[in-house]
Nanobody, 119 residues
Framework: VQLQASGGGLVQPGGSLRLSCAASGSILSINAMGWYRQAPGKERELVATINSGRSTNYGDSVKGRFTVARDNAKSTLTLQMNTLKTEDTAVYYC??????????????WGKGTLVTVSS
C-alpha cells in the first residue's frame, strides 16, 4: 500500500492551498484517513482526520480554517487549507488505516509534502 501526497508549496500568509493524497495497492477498504504535520523542531501533530462515515476531527489550531474530505470510491483524501498562517509551515503527512485481505487493519504513512507559509 502506498500513500502519495501532493499539493504542497510556498504560499503567502492569508492564502490557500489544497493537499491531496491518493492510496494505492491491494486495499479492501480504508477506515480512518487523516493529515498530520511536523514543523522543524516540533513533534508530529494531528491536523485532521476523517473516518469512513465522513465524521471529522480537527486539531484546535486549524479548526475553522482547514477542511478535510475523502472520496471512498477513489481512495483519495484532500485537505483544503484557508487563511494560512506562518505557524502552519510544516511537512504534512497523509495517514490511512487500511484493511487488506487476511490482515488486521494496518496504519500507513505517506512521505510528506512541504507547506511553507511566508511573505
Amino acid at each position: 500500500v502506498q500513500l502519495q501526497a501532493s499539493g504542497g508549496g510556498l504560499v503567502q500568509p492569508g492564502g490557500s492551498l489544497r493537499l491531496s493524497c491518493a492510496a494505492s495497492g491491494s486495499i479492501l477498504s480504508i477506515n480512518a484517513m487523516g493529515w498530520y504535520r511536523q514543523a522543524p523542531g516540533k513533534e508530529r501533530e494531528l491536523v485532521a482526520t476523517i473516518n469512513s462515515g465522513r465524521s471529522t476531527n480537527y486539531g484546535d489550531s486549524v479548526k475553522g480554517r482547514f477542511t478535510v474530505a475523502r472520496d471512498n470510491a477513489k481512495s483519495t483524501l484532500t485537505l483544503q487549507m484557508n487563511t494560512l498562517k506562518t505557524e502552519d509551515t510544516a511537512v504534512y503527512y497523509c495517514n490511512a488505516v487500511v484493511l487488506r485481505a487476511g490482515l488486521w487493519p494496518t496504519n500507513y504513512w505517506g512521505k510528506g509534502t512541504l507547506v511553507t507559509v511566508s511573505s
